[in-house]
C-alpha cells in the first residue's frame, strides 16, 4: 500500500487512506448500503473509489481480502485515479459518468474537511497489518494497465457540441447540454493535445458572428441617439457572450493560451474582433463619435441627456484601446471651439464678477463629466484647455476691467473667486499681484499727494492699509508675493509727496496721545499706535516725523496735556524698537527732564518751608527744568510780570543754582500756565489760563476799562499774541471779559472790562488759549532745521567712508552716501566738503 508497482502511479496519501479503511465494513457501521462510491479530494487530485460489498460477507471479512485496482488518469494541472472493485461488472465500471452527481462521501468525512479545508482532521492511526482477529486486511491499490483511449470521433462530437453551445450563447437560446459536460469536454481535448484546434475554431466562430453584427450599423439614414443605443446594446451583448463562452472555455484559456505568448487570451480576443470588424469601421467609427460629441454638447447646453449611455460608449472606446485616437483628440478640438466662442461673447456681455462666476461653473461641470464618464486620462488635457480658453486668453481684459472695482468695492467673495481662478493658469498670479501693486499705488497717491485730504489723510491711509491687509489674508491666501506687493506699492505712494505725510503722522499721533481724546481705550489705541507704526515704516524721512513728533510731545508734557504716560512710553518703545536708540535719545531726555523736575519742586518746596522770612504773596510756584539740547527751540520773549512773580523766580534762581553751580536758567514765558481766583457776583471761580492771559486779566485788579494799547504796554506781549489773548478771553465760550465793540475779531481801539457778571456751573473753569494754526513759516523752520541736521549727517557719513576707502570715485562716494543715510537725499543736496586730511 505504501508504494505503487507502476512508473506512473501516484502515491496516495496515507492518512486519506487510513481514514478510507476506517469506513469500510467490518470497522465501522457508516457504510450501510451494498454498493457505495466514495469521491474525495486532496488539493488537485481526484480520486474515485467504488467498491462493492455483499452484506453476507461481513460475518467472513476476516478471511477475505480486496484487491483494488487503480487506473489513474492525469494531466499537468489536475490527476484523477478511479479505483475499481475486482468484481465490479463492466456495466458498473461504464457508468463512471456522472458519479459527482451519484455518489456521496460519509456526512462525518465531508464534515471534517469542511470545517479544516484540509484532511488532516482525519488522520490518526492506521491498524492495517494486525494479528487479531476480525482486524481489517492490507489493502493494495494498482495502475490500470492501460491509459484510458479517447474515442476516434470524440474530437469531432466535442466540438460539435461546443460549437452548438456557443451559438446559443451568441443568439441568445437555452443550451442543451450542462456546463459540467461542456467544461470537461474541453479540459479533455486540452488533455490530449486538441488545444490548437479548440482555440482555432473558437477564434473563427467568434470572427463569424461579429462580422454579422456590423450590417445593422451600416444603414444610410439612422438617428445619431438610435444609433449610440444599438451599438451599446450590441456592446453590452457581446461582452456578456464572452464572459459565457470562456467560462466554458477557462481550461483552455488558463492553459493552452497562457502557455502560448503569441495568443490572445480568450477576452482579448473577443475584443480584438470587435475593434477590427465593428468599431474600426470607418462609418460606424464616425457615427459612434460624432454621437457622442453631440450628447457632450447638448448636455453643455443645459439639455438633460442619458449619462450611462455615454459612460457604456466611452467605456467600450477605452477597453477596445482606441479612446485618445478615436475620440479624445475630437473631443478636445470640439472643446476648445466652444469655449473659445463663448469666452470672446461672454466678455463682452457679463461684468467681471459674473464671468468669474460662469468661468468657475464650467469648471465644476467639466470636473463632474470627468468624475461621470469621461476617462481619467483626459482630466489635464480637458481642464487645461477650459482654463486657456476662459482664463489665460482674458487674463488682462479681466484684470483691467474688473480688478479695481472689486478692490474698490472690498468684494472679498469675488477676489477670492478671482484669485482662486488665476491660481489655476500660468502666470495668473503673477499678472494679478502686478495689477494689484497698480492699483494701490494709483489709490494711495490720490490719498497723499491732494493737499486738501491732509486732515484725514493719515485716518485713510490707516483705514485703506487694513482693507488691503484684510484682501491679502483673506482672499490671496497670506502669500508672501502679495504682502510684499503691498509693502512695496505702500512705500512709492507715500513718499510721492517728500515730509508731509511724516508731519501728518507726528501730528495725527499727537491727537491720539492728548489728554480728553475719549475716542479709545487703553487697548484701542495702543493697537492704533501699532497700525501708525506701520505707516512710520514705510516713511523715507523719518527725522521729519521725529522733528515734529518731538515738537507735539513737548506741548503735551509742559502743559500737562498728555492722556497717558503709559501710552507716551508705549510709543517711544516701539520708535527706539524701530529706529534705535539714537532716533529716541532726545525723547528719553525729555521724560528724565520731567522726572527730574518733580524732585527739583520738591525741594523747593521745602526750602521755602524752611525759610525764616515770611512767604512771597500767596503764590505757588511750580518749575520744570529743560536741558536745552533735549527739547524745541523756543523763542525768547521778554514780557512784564508782576513784582510777586519776578521776586519768586529770583528765590528760586538763587536755589537751584546754588545747588548747581556753572548753570544758565533761562525763563520761557510762552509755556507757562496758571490757576487764579476770581470774584464774580455770583461767587468765587478758579480760572486755569495761560501766562499770558494770567497777565491780562491780572491788570484789570487796577482798572475796570482797559483799551487794547494800554494793555499791551503794560504787558509787553507781542500784538498778534495779545489779540488772541484778548479774543479767547472776552469772545471765547468763557467771556470774563466784555469787548466793546462787540465782535468776533479784536481792532486796535478796542475797550475791554472785568465781566462781574459771569456765570458758569463748574467751579474751575479752563479756558482754552486760541490756537493759531501752525504757518507756513513755521513749519518751512521746522523743515530747515531737519535740512541743517541732515547736512551734519552727511558730512559726518562723508568722513567715515572716506576714512575707510582713502580714494574714491564722486559716482561711488554717492552710492555710497545713499546706503548709509536714513534719509532721502538729491544729488544736488549733497553739499561734500574735502577737508586737508581726512
Known sequence: MDSLNSTNATRFPKHLLDSLLDRLPGTSAALTRNDTSLLLAYGGLSVAVRTKINEDKRTSRENSSSVIRGEWSMSHRSRSVVLSDEDCSKKRRKSAKGLENRFRAPDDVMADMEKKGNFSSLMRPSNLISSKPGAAKKLVILNFKETPKLPLDYQEVTWAKLEEAVIAIQTSKSIKYSQEELFQGVENMCNHKMAQFL??????????????????????????????????????????????????????????VLQTPTLASIWDMGL???????????????RTVEGLLMLIEKERQGDTVDRTLLKSLLRMLSDLQIYQEAFEAKFLTATERLYASEGQQLMQDLDVPEYLAHVNKRLNEENERLLHYLDQCTKWALIHTVEKQLLTEHLTSILQKGLDILLEENRIKDLTLLYNLFSRVKNGPTELCNNFNSFIKKKGRTIVIDPEKDKTMVQELLDFKDKMDNIVSTCYQKKERFHFSLKEAFEYFINQRVNKPAELIAKFVDSKLRAGNKEATEEELERLLDKIMVLFRFIHGKDVFEAFYKKDLAKRLLVGKSASVDAEKSMLSKLKQECGGGFTSKLEGMFKDMELSKDVN????????????????????????????????YPLLEVTLPIEMVQYQEVFNKFYLGKHSGRKLQWQPTLGHCVLKADFAQGKKELQVSLFQALVLLRFNRADDITLEDIKAATLIEDGELRRTLQSLACGKARVLQKVPKGREVENGDRFSFNNE????????????????????????????????????????????????????????????????????????????FPDRI
Open 199 to 256: 482555440y482555432t475554431k473558437l477564434r473563427e466562430l467568434t470572427q463569424k458572428h461579429v462580422e454579422a453584427n456590423i450590417k445593422p450599423f451600416l444603414a444610410e439614414s439612422i438617428d445619431r441617439l438610435i444609433f449610440l443605443k444599438r451599438m451599446n446594446e450590441c456592446w453590452l451583448a457581446h461582452c456578456r457572450q464572452m464572459i459565457q463562452i470562456r467560462s466554458i472555455f477557462l481550461y483552455l484559456d488558463r492553459t493552452y
Open 272 to 286: 480584438e474582433m470587435f475593434r477590427f470588424y465593428i468599431i474600426t469601421n470607418p462609418m460606424v467609427q464616425t
Open 602 to 633: 520738591i525741594a523747593f518746596k521745602q526750602h521755602m518751608g524752611n525759610l525764616r522770612e515770611p512767604p512771597l504773596a500767596n503764590i505757588d510756584l511750580t518749575v520744570n527744568i529743560l536741558t536745552m539740547g533735549y527739547w524745541p527751540s
Open 758 to 833: 459771569f456765570t458758569n456751573k463748574l467751579f474751575r473753569i479752563k479756558i482754552n488759549q486760541i490756537q493759531l494754526k501752525e504757518t507756513t513759516e513755521e513749519q518751512k523752520a521746522t523743515e530747515e532745521r531737519v535740512f541743517q541736521d541732515r547736512q551734519y549727517q552727511i558730512d559726518a557719513a562723508i568722513v567715515r567712508i572716506m576714512k575707510m576707502r582713502k580714494t574714491l570715485s564722486h559716482n561711488l562716494l554717492i552710492s555710497e552716501l545713499y546706503n548709509q543715510l536714513k534719509f532721502p537725499v538729491k544729488v544736488i543736496e549733497v553739499i561734500i566738503y
